[in-house]
Nanobody, 124 residues
Framework: QVQLVESGGGLVQPGGSLRLSCAASGRIFSSYNMGWFRQAPGKEREFVAA????????YYADSVKGRFTISRDNAKNTVYLQMNSLKPEDTAVYSCATQNGRWVSTRIDAYEYWGQGTQVTVSS
């Protein structure tokens, strides 16, 4: 069992930045690949970014590539999502999730444990 708690969301103007955090407790955090997903009102949940267990490999959705950076600190059991150059279309609830496997997946159904999410609103 893994518990995930996201933080760092809020209201930001277009072009601004936010850093989301996802703190994990429970089973060994460093054994999991981690992903960030988001869901906007009236839309399906979508993949944003993922990182492998060691932090050596990361993957991004095309819509955020070059603007968002995922990272992790296994000593702190935390994964981060640095979001720069935010756009109104980035408005969504952002959730982190764990994935157990050798290869990082971008598929939602590959992820097992999920946090409750944190709201990000990009608006002037």
């Amino acid at each position: 069992q893994v518990q995930l708690v996201e933080s760092g969301g809020g209201l930001v103007q277009p072009g601004g930045s936010l850093r989301l955090s996802c703190a994990a407790s429970g089973r060994i955090f460093s054994s999991y690949n981690m992903g960030w997903f988001r869901q906007a009102p009236g839309k399906e949940r979508e993949f944003v970014a993922a990182i492998n267990w060691s932090g050596g490999n990361s993957y991004y959705a095309d819509s955020v590539k070059g603007r968002f950076t995922i990272s992790r600190d296994n000593a702190k059991n935390t994964v981060y999502l640095q979001m720069n150059s935010l756009k109104p279309e980035d408005t969504a609830v952002y959730s982190c999730a764990t994935q157990n496997g050798r290869w990082v997946s971008t598929r939602i159904d590959a992820y097992e444990y999920w946090g409750q999410g944190t709201q990000v609103t990009v608006s002037s």
